[in-house]
Each structure stands twice: as structure tokens, then as C-alpha cells.
């Protein structure tokens, strides 16, 4: 659901700094982490694909619950005064209608061929969460709010501006192929292009660098010549690595609460030598990978928590 023209009408944006001050309506997998990271050192409070805490209420958009409006002005409440990344790239139109005088950068890949590759293998990692239970792919995920939420939003991704099923860009090219894939990528950046007016876009590859995003933004480079960054933390290696620790938690969640039950059953069974038996080891050794893994996740899964130390409390304005 969004809010119309009517509404925006009677926000009183211009010529205002608070707020939303970019739009990045790129969509994922097109290098908005590492523009996230340069907008960080560049002084803005940067809102990347979602904040965690927020989940509900994406969802509750996805479901006609909550109107984009109420979601913009979640997010302007928290301080936040740039956006990346679907699914606020879905909602990019009516961001710019309550903030006409942000800046909107449209970043992109090399091909839609490498849009296509990176954004396949984020969604055959995602979809894993998506699974619930079954006797040959045994999966708790898909019981789990947030992560049910969340499939809620990557379903609600593409049914804006691109008018595609619940559901389609993130699985559509599972059936209709990569060149299908490609056309919504090129159709998402033409219809950006076709309704953002002309000097306030800026279309831009993350290997530019510094320089043309520094001008588009009359922002100074930052000093001692430093390079733009280039985030690895959701990389393709990063995602693939994270596909096999979901799948192993799948499959050996199961075993692994047995000979935790097990070990702690002989633990307490056996009072004697707790500090050298071998139940307590196996207890302090499960507890440890368990450990490993969930670090593992939720740093890819949510890489902008990974990032919140480099990003500035104050809004530049």
C-alpha cells in the first residue's frame, strides 16, 4: 500500500535538511554495501535493506497492514537519513514524493548478466529460510518470526513500480530464466531514470569511486586519498559459505540437541569429576560451534549490523 500524491502534498519537505537527504533506489546485489559504507564516511546515517528491529512492521506493509507512509516515518523517527537497498528501493517514488529535494542514486552492475549471478545466489541462500519442516530437508526456520517476516518482504519486493507477483523477482527466475531476471533489473533502473528528474540522479557504478559521487552529493573527498570501499562481508563466497552453514544446521540440528540432552543427562547423572568428564566437554565444545555458526549467520544475514560501529551518530547537514 502506498500513499498518494494528496498526502505527500501536505509535507512540508522543501528546503527542509531533516529527513531523507538520499535515495538509493538501486536494487540489491548492485554494490549498496559498499556505497553504504561510503555514505557512512561521508557523514550520513545510513538505512540498508532494513533495520532488524523493524521486520514487523515491513511486514505488516507487505501485508496491507501498514502504509508506506507509516513506514518512512518509522524510519526518518530513528534518524536515519539514507536508504539503500530493497525493499526501500521499492518504495523509492514515495520517498521521493515526502522528500523532493533528496538526492537519488541509481547504482548498477557492469551487465545485467552480473546482476543476475549475484542476485541468484543471494535468493538460493535465502530460500533456505524459507522452508519449514519436512522428514528430508528438516528445517525450523520458516517457524521462526523473523525470519518469517522476512520472507514476507522479499515477497513484497518487486510488486511496486514493476507490478510482478508476490513473490516473483526474488524466485521468478527459478521457471522464467536469467534473461527474464534481467529484463525486471533493466525495467526497475528505466523506470528510475524515466521519474527521477535528470540532475538529481545520479547513475553509478560502486568502481567509480569517490569522485563523481563526492560531486552528485557536494560532498569533499575524504582526506588522505582513501579508497572507496569495497565491502566483502555479503559476498558471493560469503553467501555460498553461509548456504552451507544453513544447511548444516538443518541437518544436524537434530542430532546435535540429542548429544547435547544426552551429554547433560550423564553430566548431572555423574557429579563427580565434572571438571575433567567428558559429557562437560562435549556440552562446552557444542556450545562453542553453536556459537561460530549463529556469528556466522547473522553477519552475512544482516550485514549492516556489522558495519554499525563505522557509521556516525550524528546526520550530516
Same mark, same amino acid.
Not at 501498514?66 to 507509516?70: A, G, I, L, R, Y
Given at each position: 500500500?502506498t500513499?498518494? +500524491?494528496?498526502n505527500?502534498?501536505n509535507?512540508?519537505?522543501?528546503g527542509?535538511?531533516?529527513?531523507i537527504?538520499v535515495?538509493?533506489?538501486g536494487?540489491? @546485489?548492485?554494490?549498496?554495501?559498499?556505497?553504504?559504507?561510503?555514505?557512512?564516511m561521508?557523514?550520513y546515517?545510513?538505512?540498508h535493506?532494513?533495520?532488524?528491529?523493524?521486520?514487523q512492521?515491513? /511486514?505488516?506493509?507487505?501485508?496491507?497492514k501498514?502504509?508506506?507512509?507509516?513506514i518512512?516515518?518509522?524510519?526518518?523517527?530513528?534518524g536515519?537519513?539514507?536508504? =539503500?537497498e530493497n $525493499?526501500?528501493?521499492?518504495?523509492?517514488q514515495?520517498l521521493l514524493?515526502a522528500y $523532493?529535494n533528496?538526492?537519488?542514486?541509481?547504482?548498477?552492475?557492469?551487465t545485467?548478466?552480473a546482476?543476475?549471478?549475484?542476485?541468484?545466489?543471494l %535468493?538460493?541462500?535465502?530460500?533456505?529460510?524459507?522452508q519449514t519442516?519436512?522428514?528430508?530437508?528438516?528445517?525450523f526456520f520458516g517457524?521462526?518470526?523473523?525470519? @518469517?517476516? =522476512?520472507?514476507?518482504? @522479499?515477497?513484497?519486493?518487486?510488486?511496486t513500480?514493476?507490478?510482478?507477483n508476490?513473490?516473483?523477482?526474488?524466485?521468478?527466475?527459478?521457471?522464467?530464466?536469467?534473461?527474464?531476471l534481467? +529484463?525486471?533489473?533493466?525495467k526497475?533502473?528505466?523506470?528510475v531514470?524515466?521519474?527521477?528528474?535528470?540532475?538529481?540522479?545520479?547513475?553509478?557504478?560502486v568502481?567509480?569511486?569517490?569522485?563523481?559521487l563526492?560531486?552528485? %552529493?557536494?560532498?569533499?573527498?575524504?582526506?588522505?586519498?582513501? +579508497?572507496f570501499?569495497?565491502v566483502?562481508?555479503?559476498t558471493?563466497? /560469503?553467501l555460498?559459505?553461509?548456504?552451507?552453514?544453513?544447511?548444516?544446521?538443518?541437518y =544436524?540440528w537434530?542430532?546435535?540437541?540429542m548429544?547435547t540432552?544426552?551429554?547433560?543427562?550423564?553430566?548431572?547423572?555423574?557429579?563427580?569429576?565434572? /571438571?575433567d568428564?567428558?559429557s562437560?566437554? %562435549?556440552?562446552f565444545?557444542?556450545? +562453542?560451534?553453536?556459537s561460530?555458526?549463529?556469528d556466522t549467520?547473522s553477519?552475512t544475514?544482516?550485514? @549492516?549490523?556489522?558495519?554499525?560501529?563505522?557509521?556516525?551518530?550524528?546526520?550530516?547537514?
Open positions: 500500500m500513499f498518494d +500524491e494528496k505527500s502534498s509535507n512540508n519537505n522543501d527542509n535538511d531533516e529527513g537527504q535515495i538509493c533506489a536494487l540489491g @546485489r548492485t554494490g549498496t554495501m559498499s556505497l553504504t559504507e561510503a555514505l557512512n561521508l557523514g546515517k545510513t538505512y535493506y532494513l533495520d532488524l528491529s523493524h521486520h512492521a515491513w /511486514a505488516d506493509l507487505a501485508d496491507g501498514k502504509s508506506s507512509k507509516e518512512i516515518e518509522m524510519i526518518v523517527g530513528e536515519y537519513n539514507a536508504t =539503500l $525493499p526501500t528501493s521499492d518504495i523509492y514515495d514524493l $523532493p533528496a538526492k537519488v542514486i541509481l547504482t548498477v552492475r557492469d545485467p548478466e546482476f543476475c549471478k549475484s542476485w541468484k545466489t %535468493l538460493d541462500t535465502m530460500v533456505i529460510t524459507e519442516f519436512s522428514w528430508t530437508f528438516p528445517s517457524y521462526i518470526p523473523t525470519f @518469517r517476516n =522476512l520472507k514476507k518482504i @522479499r515477497y513484497f519486493m518487486g510488486t513500480h514493476l507490478q510482478l508476490p513473490g516473483e523477482l526474488t524466485h521468478g527466475w527459478r521457471t522464467k530464466g536469467d534473461a527474464w534481467a +529484463e525486471q533489473y533493466e526497475h533502473n528505466q523506470h531514470q524515466d521519474h527521477v528528474v535528470k540532475d538529481n540522479l545520479l547513475v553509478f557504478n568502481k567509480e569511486g569517490w569522485e563523481p563526492c560531486k552528485f %552529493l557536494h560532498k569533499e573527498i575524504p582526506k588522505n586519498e582513501q +579508497e570501499p569495497n566483502q562481508i555479503n558471493t563466497s /560469503a555460498l559459505n553461509m548456504k552451507r552453514t544453513f544447511c548444516m544446521i538443518v =544436524l537434530i542430532p546435535t540437541t548429544l540432552l544426552g551429554a547433560t543427562m550423564m553430566y548431572f547423572w555423574n557429579p563427580k569429576d565434572h /571438571a568428564s567428558s562437560s566437554s %562435549l556440552v565444545s557444542l556450545k +562453542e560451534t553453536f561460530s555458526i549463529v549467520v553477519s544475514l544482516f550485514p @549492516r549490523s556489522s558495519l554499525q560501529k563505522s557509521q556516525t551518530t550524528t546526520a550530516n547537514k
